[in-house]
C-alpha cells in the first residue's frame, strides 16, 4: 500500500504536466509544485512554493497578471472545478500559453486547496495567432469543423461572423452563434446541402482540397455569396477536422447577375412593347422600357407603389370588360400566388389602349427574375406575328424553306455551319427551338451570331458527338419529348449536306420514327403491380417487365422520390441533386421540367401513373401502391432482413448518405 502511495507521488511529481497545489485561503500561494511543474519553467521548487507567498506569480506574463489573480478568486468562492488560459515566461524568456484546470477542496482544517493541473497549448494558439495575422492582412472567413456526419464548427473567427450577420445574443434571445455552431448546414441552403455534403465526401476520402463558389444563409434571412475552400487537417488532439477559408463575394455576384439580368432585359427588349419591374421586397414598380410614343416614357425607371401605379394603369388603359380579371392577376402576383414551381411563366391575354388611342390585344407575362423580382413584360398581339419571327435571312432560304416543308412537316431547322466548327442557327419551327432546349425568343438571339458548336447543342438531350455524326454522316435518330403531342418521339434527322469545306447553310430535317401507339398499348403487361429494387442499381419492374425509361434524369428524378420514402420533393431540391454542379434558375428549371414532364408520361405509358403525386411542383412516391426492397428492409420485419447485402442505388452518387445510414441499420441489428 505504501509502495503504491510512493508511486502515485511520483506520477504526480514527474508525469502529470505542470501539476502543483494552491492554498486559496487568502493570500493564496503554492504548497506544493511537482517535479514537471519546475522542468517546465527552468525553475526549482523552492522559488515556487513559500507559506503566504506566491512565487508562481511572478512566471506569469504580466500582461495576465490580473486575470490569474481574478481566477484565483473565483476559485477561492466554493468547492468546484474551472479553467483559465495565461501565458508564462520561462526562465530563458520563452512564452507558454497555458490551461489551468483547478479542482477545488476543502480540508478538515478548514483550509481550502486547489489541485492544478496545467496544459500546453502553446502550439494551438500560434496557429490562431497566424490565423489572426492573415485575417488582419487578408480579410477572409475561416472555419474550422468536425468531420461528423453532422459538422460541428469549432472555431470561427469575426470576419466569418460579420459575413453572416451575427447578431449580439441577448438574454432570452436566440443564440445564433452557438446554434450554428452545432450543425453547420445551417449555413447552407437547403437546396444546396446535398452538394456540399458531397464536397466534404470527397475532401474527406481524397485529402484533396476543393474550391468553388456557394451561398450562404446568413442569420437575418438573407444569402450571401463565397467563394472558398475546404481541406482536411488533423488538428492538436490528433483527430482530422475541416478547414475552410471564405471570401465574401456578394457584391460580385450581384453584379454579375445584375450584368446577366441586364443582358436578358437587352434580348427582352427586342420581343416587347414594354417592360416593368416588379419589386415585392419594397412593393415597388418602375418601367424599364416601352415605345418612345408610350405614356410610360415620361415614368421610364421612376419607381412607384405597386398599388398606386397598378390602379391607375388598369383604370386609365385597360378595357373595362377585362379589368377584373387584369386586376385579378395583378392581385395574386402580389399575394405570391401566381406562380407555380412546374409550370410556365404566368400569362394574360387582354384589352387595353394603345398609345394611338385605339383599343389592341395585348399578352402579357410575368418572368421571375430572383425571389423579390419579376418582370412583366407585354406586347401587342399581330395576326401575323409568327410569320414575322421566323422570317428567314433571304429570300433564296425562303424558297428553299417552302420546298422543304411541303416534303416533311414534322419539324425543320437551317444552320449556317463554318469551317472551324461554329454554327449560327438561320430558321427553325418551334418544335425544333425546344429539341434543342431553347425557347423561341433565345432561338432567335442565337441568329446573330455564331457559336461553338459544343456551346450550342448543351441545353439539348442531344450528345455532343452525336450532333458531329449526324452532320458527318448526314442522318441519325434522337429521343424527343414533342410538347406539341405531350409525348415521348424518336425521331429521324436527316442533314442536306455532308462533309463541307465552306461556309454554306444546312438544313435538318426532322421525321417521327416511332412504332404506333397501338403497339405500344398492346405491349403493356396486363398485371400493374410494381416492385421497385433499390439494392444494387435502381430498377423498376412492372408485373415481370422492366420499365424501359428512355430519359436517363427521368429515371434518377424517379429514384430521388422512391429514396425519400413518400416525403414530398421541391423543384429546387430535386435540381440539387440531378444538376450538383449547377444552380436553380430559369434554364435548371426549364430542364427539370421537361424530365418531370417525361418521367410523368413515362408512367403514364406503363399505367402507373398513379405511384407519383404531384401537388404545387412538389412530387413523392406513394409508398402503399409500390413494393420496394428498401421500405420492406426498413419495416424490420424479420424475413425482410437480409435483403440490404452493403450495395444501395448505385447508379448515383448522391445516394451514399443514406447507404451509410443502412449500414449502421445494418450493424446494429
Excluded at 77 to 102: A, C, N, P
Excluded at 272 to 285: A, M, P, Q, S, T
Aim: net charge negative; glycine share 4%; proline share 3%.
Amino acid at each position: 500500500m505504501n509502495t503504491m502511495l510512493m508511486n502515485a507521488e511520483e506520477i504526480l511529481s514527474r508525469h502529470i504536466s505542470g501539476f502543483h497545489q494552491y492554498v486559496l485561503n487568502d493570500p493564496a500561494y503554492l504548497c506544493y509544485a511537482s517535479e514537471n511543474l519546475c522542468t517546465m519553467l527552468q525553475t526549482n521548487e523552492k522559488e515556487l512554493v513559500g507559506d503566504g507567498k506566491d512565487g508562481y506569480l511572478s512566471f506569469v506574463h504580466p500582461a495576465d497578471r490580473e486575470k490569474y489573480i481574478d481566477f484565483l478568486q473565483r476559485l477561492a468562492q466554493e468547492q468546484h472545478s474551472l479553467s483559465e488560459e495565461y501565458r508564462l515566461v520561462k526562465k530563458d524568456g520563452e512564452i507558454l500559453f497555458v490551461r489551468d484546470t483547478v479542482t477545488v477542496k476543502n480540508l478538515e482544517d478548514g483550509t481550502m486547496v486547489g489541485d492544478s493541473v496545467l496544459t500546453d497549448i502553446t502550439h494551438m494558439k500560434s496557429e490562431n495567432e497566424n490565423l489572426q495575422f492573415l485575417n488582419e492582412t487578408i480579410p477572409c472567413g475561416f472555419l474550422k469543423y468536425t468531420c461528423e456526419k453532422q459538422p460541428r464548427i469549432t472555431y470561427i473567427n469575426q470576419t466569418m461572423m460579420d459575413m453572416l450577420r451575427f447578431p449580439e445574443s441577448a438574454e432570452g434571445e436566440i443564440d445564433y452563434q452557438e446554434m450554428y455552431k452545432d450543425n453547420i448546414y445551417l449555413l447552407i441552403p437547403m437546396e444546396e446541402r446535398r452538394r456540399f455534403a458531397k464536397y466534404l465526401e470527397r475532401v474527406f476520402t481524397s485529402e484533396v482540397p476543393l474550391a468553388g463558389e456557394m451561398p450562404l444563409l446568413r442569420c437575418d434571412g438573407t444569402r450571401a455569396y463565397a467563394f472558398g475552400w475546404v481541406t482536411k487537417v488533423i488538428n492538436e488532439h490528433g483527430e482530422p477536422e475541416f478547414q475552410s477559408v471564405c471570401m465574401d463575394i456578394t457584391k460580385r455576384h450581384h453584379a454579375k447577375k445584375a450584368a446577366e439580368t441586364q443582358r436578358y432585359l437587352e434580348a427582352l427588349t427586342d420581343v416587347y412593347d414594354k417592360i416593368f419591374e416588379f419589386r415585392l421586397d419594397d412593393n415597388g414598380v418602375k418601367c424599364l422600357h416601352c415605345e418612345d410614343t408610350s405614356s410610360f416614357k415620361k415614368f421610364e425607371n421612376i419607381s412607384m407603389q405597386i398599388d398606386d401605379a397598378l390602379e391607375n394603369w388598369i383604370i386609365g388603359s385597360v378595357a373595362e370588360a377585362d379589368r377584373a380579371a387584369v386586376r385579378q392577376f395583378f392581385l395574386k402576383f402580389c399575394e405570391r400566388k401566381l406562380y407555380s414551381a412546374d409550370a410556365e411563366p404566368p400569362q394574360i391575354t387582354y384589352r387595353a389602349l394603345s398609345s394611338e388611342g385605339r383599343l389592341q390585344q395585348y399578352s402579357g407575362m410575368f418572368i421571375k427574375i430572383d425571389e423579390f423580382i419579376s418582370f412583366y413584360c407585354c406586347r401587342k398581339l399581330h395576326q401575323t406575328e409568327d410569320t414575322q419571327e421566323l422570317q428567314t435571312q433571304n429570300d433564296q432560304l425562303k424558297e428553299d424553306m417552302k420546298e422543304l416543308v411541303m416534303r416533311f412537316s414534322d419539324g425543320i431547322a437551317a444552320f449556317e455551319i463554318s469551317v472551324d466548327g461554329l454554327v449560327k442557327p438561320m430558321y427553325a419551327s418551334e418544335n425544333v427551338s425546344e429539341f434543342f432546349g431553347y425557347t423561341k425568343e433565345e432561338w432567335m438571339d442565337l441568329t446573330q451570331t455564331f457559336t461553338p458548336i459544343e456551346n450550342f447543342v448543351a441545353y439539348s438531350e442531344v450528345a455532343y458527338e452525336d450532333f458531329l455524326e449526324l452532320l458527318r454522316v448526314g442522318e441519325a435518330e434522337f429521343t424527343y419529348f414533342d410538347y406539341q403531342t405531350n409525348r415521348e418521339r424518336r425521331i429521324k434527322a436527316i442533314c442536306s449536306q455532308k462533309e463541307s469545306n465552306h461556309v454554306s447553310p444546312r438544313y435538318v430535317m426532322l421525321y417521327d420514327a416511332d412504332d404506333t401507339a397501338a403497339d405500344k398499348k398492346a405491349s403493356l403487361p396486363e398485371k400493374r403491380a410494381v416492385f421497385i429494387r433499390t439494392f444494387g442499381y435502381f430498377d423498376v419492374f412492372v408485373g415481370d417487365q422492366p420499365i424501359a425509361f428512355r430519359n436517363k434524369k427521368a429515371k434518377e428524378l424517379f429514384a430521388l422520390l422512391v429514396d425519400r420514402r413518400g416525403g414530398f420533393v421541391t423543384s429546387e431540391e430535386a435540381i440539387g441533386f440531378l444538376w450538383e454542379d449547377e444552380p436553380a434558375n430559369t434554364v435548371t428549371l426549364s430542364r427539370y421540367r421537361k424530365v418531370a414532364l417525361r418521367l410523368k408520361n413515362t408512367l403514364e405509358e406503363y399505367g402507373i401513373a398513379d405511384v407519383m403525386e404531384t401537388v404545387d411542383g412538389k412530387r413523392r412516391v406513394v409508398m402503399e401502391k409500390v413494393q420496394c426492397d428498401l421500405y420492406d428492409f426498413l419495416s424490420g420485419k424479420e424475413e425482410y432482413a437480409k435483403l440490404f447485402k452493403g450495395s444501395y442505388l448505385n447508379n448515383y452518387s448522391w445516394a451514399e448518405i443514406t447507404l451509410a445510414e443502412l449500414s449502421e441499420d445494418l450493424y446494429e441489428r
